[in-house]
């Protein structure tokens, strides 16, 4: 589950006109960030004309603000409710809502990744490696079965041919549309788990 934002605060006493500023604090950071900027709630708040005091008392820091602004950021997992225990189906299930985020949140990520890769540059927010966290997640089940498998190791692998930086090769030179990247890019990871999975055979006995 994503960590709540001060929702509290949005909810008590003149809600109408709270809602309106946390909205548009939300829509300020989606806009800072599709034009390359890695946004303070400082910057957030002066973008959207809002004071920072005021600014604080909705999102007590960057984090809970890019939460809020893109709620998968905070998610642990993106397997859903009741995901199935088949490692494979689990990747697959994953990939899939890593996709969905990607496609939404195309103007960011794409320019978090120009930010990213700029001489000097740190790395801005939504570099934060937080698909290879949901990948260890989705393999959490080889533990038991493929207990020699470093699945840390693997869910960077994976990262590695399924992340934005594989979708703009794909869709900018490789010269596939939206979906059909997202097709190379679900089929490469998955070659890449079961050929790890048939290196790492169950154990003897099991």
């Known amino acids: 589950m994503a960590p709540p934002d001060n929702n509290h605060y949005a909810d008590t006493g003149r809600t109408r006109q709270k809602s309106r500023t946390r909205d548009a604090l939300i829509d300020a950071v989606r806009d800072l960030m599709a034009r390359g900027e890695d946004p303070s709630v400082s910057d957030v ?21 890019l939460n809020a602004a893109m709620p998968q950021t905070g998610e642990r997992s993106l397997l859903g409710e009741h995901p199935p225990s088949d490692v494979v189906e689990r990747m697959a299930r994953t990939l899939d809502a890593h996709f969905a985020f990607m496609r939404r949140w195309d103007p960011q990520l794409r320019a978090a990744l120009k930010a990213s890769i700029a001489p000097g540059a740190q790395q801005p927010s939504l570099r934060g490696g937080r ?15 493929h207990p020699h498998l470093d699945r840390h190791a693997l869910a960077v692998r994976l990262r590695a041919v399924a992340g934005i930086e594989s979708k703009v090769w794909l869709t900018g030179v490789g010269g596939l549309n939206s979906d059909e990247a997202d097709a190379v890019m679900r089929e490469n990871a998955l070659d890449i788990l079961r050929a790890a999975m048939a290196r790492d055979p169950l154990p003897s006995g099991r």
């Not at 708040?45 to 603000?65: C, H, M, N, Q, V």
């Not at 698909?131 to 079965?145: C, M």
């Open 45 to 65: 708040a002066e973008a959207a004309g809002i004071s920072r005091t005021t600014a604080y008392r909705y999102f007590p820091d960057k984090e809970s603000l």
């Open 131 to 145: 698909a290879v966290r949901w990948y260890e997640e989705a393999l959490a089940p080889l533990a038991e079965t």
